[in-house]
């Protein structure tokens, strides 16, 4: 609200009528929200809902109509898929082959790497070639399988492969195995990490015959670790294990199955923050230290670049082949059973009528999934169930404790009223309520900040009795109240502003003005103001015609310092491409502490925290950014390449066209015969040194016409760049 209330943190406030009361009355409306005191290091910390944009909306209700009429036309076939079926399970049990073979089939969607222990020990990935299996110890013996023949481990050793299972934070996988435990089930079956107790990395882990799954940074504060609620896992008998992850960071997205069937399981830490990807092989039987090591047998190794489905999960558990669950009567199959039959017909044994229409539903259901999974998200707040008790901090010391408070405003401002709701909606209604004297206007007076460069209250961010007065109190009065009349119409407010003589006067001065009136604070003058940092950038792009104008969709990562973010934070930066490098500067990622350095180098405030009044500089630095920036350079020679293939023929027109296009003048003769003779001089320059029209025309992704002429090209685009780089093109007046 433009008021220094956090100064009641502590004490009375010294100007403004608050105590200290007031700012923990206020502040009781927050202390309700489940919030662990840190946000996660990537991405939006939860809740978090869905926030699709209007083309993702378009795109998911096509896809919903699209998937409505496969399941219509799946639903009218699983007669003749049913008959199909029978006849082909039929041929089965009657026609075996000869000599008799084993017909089995299992899920191949997404597998990474599967080992087997025929005799040795064996894995292949995802080309199907050959992985490295490595012995650390004693060797496994091998035997008597589930499926057919296991590794069996005595305390004492365990495999490792070296180039399989390296997933991060941000990766889908699913681990699997089948297992058979000795007379105790403890130890890691699976693991890729840093072979200490509780060390980096992930592993599924039994502990007195219950499932684990650890993915850990710090075991303490930096890890997601989930254990089945009972124990599930019995010695001296074969069972499946399978654990998913979907990359969301979140126990949530954590499943575990046992035997084909979904476990319930108790979260012991959900703070997930950095990624545990190490550089340690994946481990068989072993895993955080000697103690770790897992005695019995273990079959059928599996690692998924994906999250399987709970039907798939089973039917990866289900042991038996295609051959012997045929000769099961259909009335005594397992759900598991029979679905693994049908998937195994409907993938490589149905007529083609029934597998396209399956396979087109499948499709269809994946495309929806993953649309849904690229929509960007909006952090909310969340209630808990019952309110906090708040407490005035003496001296603002957490550990001191006072009185007790209940949720209020200041008493200064308008009250709450009487059947308002004492919660956060209450305080929102309260906040745009008309009768309250702050909202509208601190709101209407950054409006007028960001089109004269300065508020009518000079001190956006303090109304109180430290800030400015209005220079006009009875404009800001009355803009207010439109705002508030308009239903808080932001675009018929800020139309008012620019469409008024006020807005629409000469930025030009005079001797008398300037002594007058140096700030402009009476207006009496346009307003006359470098562009924002984002302006700056956006107007560039704009001019080239490389800006892409649409609304909404995720943050992008814009040309960049090479290596700059590994100086400071040590994380890498992963450049967009194509169009996600024109985007408007407001979609751009920002890192909180490490700003976009061209930005910064116009005044674009940092983001460690809120800032209302930007200032505004000319220094060297930013004529150099201009003239030497990636995106600028591209820009200007986009430009000239429009401009070369555009129907205008000779220097001047185009040299005309491009100024106008930047400054919305035609320049003065004097400017023409200046800009002519700077690209007479880079013409010249670059006919004599070709290998520097290559390296300049050459700068950013956006292809460059081989059509046009380089060293013309590069001329172009040397002066189209001055151009860009005058003061009246990153100015507004």
Not at 189 to 196: G, K, N
Not at 275 to 289: H, S, Y
Not at 470 to 489: K, T
Request: glycine fraction near 8%; proline fraction near 6%.
């Amino acid at each position: 609200l433009g008021l220094t209330l956090g100064c009641a943190r502590c004490h009375e406030h010294k100007y403004d009528p608050f105590a200290q009361q007031e700012f923990y009355r206020l502040f009781a409306f927050f202390n309700n929200v489940p919030e662990q005191g840190r946000a996660i290091k990537y991405g939006n910390s939860p809740p978090a809902v869905p926030s699709p944009t209007r083309g993702q909306q378009a795109e998911l209700r096509d896809l919903d109509r699209k998937l409505g009429a496969a399941k219509l036309r799946w639903a009218e076939m699983q007669g003749d898929f049913q008959a199909a079926q029978a006849e082909w399970e039929k041929s089965l049990v009657e026609k075996p082959a000869d000599p008799p073979r084993r017909v089995d089939w299992t899920v191949t969607r997404g597998l990474a790497t599967r080992m087997d222990f025929d005799g040795a020990a064996t894995a292949v990935g995802a080309d199907g070639a050959e992985m490295k299996v490595e012995a650390q110890g004693a060797a496994p013996s091998f035997g008597q399988g589930k499926l057919s023949q296991s590794a069996q481990f005595d305390g004492s050793g365990h495999l490792a492969l070296p180039d399989a299972g390296a997933f991060g934070f941000d990766d889908k996988f699913t681990l699997a195995a089948w297992i058979y435990c000795d007379e105790k089930p403890q130890g890691t079956i699976l693991s890729r990490m840093v072979d200490v107790p509780r060390g980096d990395g992930y592993y599924l882990v039994l502990e007195a015959g219950k499932v684990q799954l650890n993915l850990v940074k710090r075991w303490l504060d930096d890890s997601l670790r989930v254990e089945t609620e009972n124990a599930v896992v019995e010695p001296l008998k074969w069972h499946h294990i399978l654990a998913t992850y979907d990359g969301t960071r979140y126990a949530t997205g954590v499943k575990i199955f046992v035997d084909g069937r979904p476990q319930q399981f108790r979260v012991n830490l959900d703070e997930l923050n950095q990624d545990f990807a190490t550089k340690e092989p994946l481990r068989i039987a072993a895993g955080g230290g000697p103690a770790g090591l897992f005695r019995g047998r273990i079959d059928d190794v599996r690692l998924y670049r994906t999250v399987l489905s709970p039907d798939e999960a089973a039917f990866v558990a289900t042991a038996e082949s295609i051959s012997e669950l045929a000769q099961i009567p259909p009335s005594e199959r397992t759900p598991a059973q029979a679905g693994k039959l049908a998937a195994c017909f409907l993938e490589g044994f149905a007529p083609e009528p029934i597998a396209k229409a399956h396979r087109e539903l499948m499709e269809l259901r994946a495309a929806r999934q993953r649309l849904v999974e690229s929509f960007p998200t909006t952090m909310v707040m969340q209630e808990l169930p019952e309110p906090r008790e708040t407490f005035v901090l003496m001296r603002g010391q957490y550990d001191k404790p006072g009185e007790r408070v209940d949720r209020g405003v200041p008493e200064v401002l308008n009250s709450l009223r009487a059947d308002a709701p004492r919660n956060r909606l209450g305080l929102a209604r309260w906040l745009v309520d008309p009768a309250n004297p702050l909202t509208a206007r601190v709101t209407v007076n950054r409006f007028w900040q960001m089109h004269f460069g300065v508020g009518l209250v000079k001190t956006a961010e303090d109304f109180g009795t430290q800030g400015d007065r209005p220079a006009n109190q009875d404009l800001l009065d009355y803009l207010a109240w439109r705002f508030v009349e308009s239903g808080w119409d932001v675009k018929a407010i800020l139309r008012e502003i620019v469409t008024s003589s006020t807005y629409r006067q000469s930025s030009r001065t005079s001797p008398q003005l300037a002594r007058l009136d140096p700030d402009n604070r009476l207006f009496a003058r346009g307003p006359r103001l470098r562009l924002s940092a984002e302006m700056v950038r956006d107007q560039a792009l704009f001019a080239s015609g490389l800006l892409i104008e649409e609304v909404g969709g995720p943050s992008v990562r814009p040309y960049q310092p090479p290596g700059l973010w590994e100086e400071v934070s040590g994380t890498s930066y992963k450049q967009g491409s194509g169009a996600e490098l024109y985007r408007r500067s407001l979609y751009t990622f920002w890192k909180r502490t490490i700003a976009p350095p061209s930005m910064l180098t116009f005044d674009a405030s940092g983001r460690e925290f809120c800032v209302v009044r930007e200032t505004r500089t000319n220094t060297p630095l930013q004529a150099l950014a201009l003239m030497n920036e990636v995106t600028y350079v591209e820009a200007a020679r986009v430009l000239a390449q429009n401009l070369l293939r555009s129907n205008r023929k000779t220097p001047e027109e185009r040299l005309n066209y491009v100024f106008q296009l930047a400054t919305s003048r035609r320049p003065t003769a004097q400017e023409l015969a200046v800009l002519t003779a700077s690209l007479d001089r880079n013409l010249a320059r670059f006919r004599q040194e070709p290998q520097a029209a290559a390296a300049l025309i050459a700068t950013g992704e956006y292809p460059v016409d081989r059509s046009l002429d380089a060293p013309e090209l590069a001329a172009y685009t040397a002066v189209t760049g001055l151009i860009l780089n005058l003061d009246e093109a990153i100015t507004k007046e």
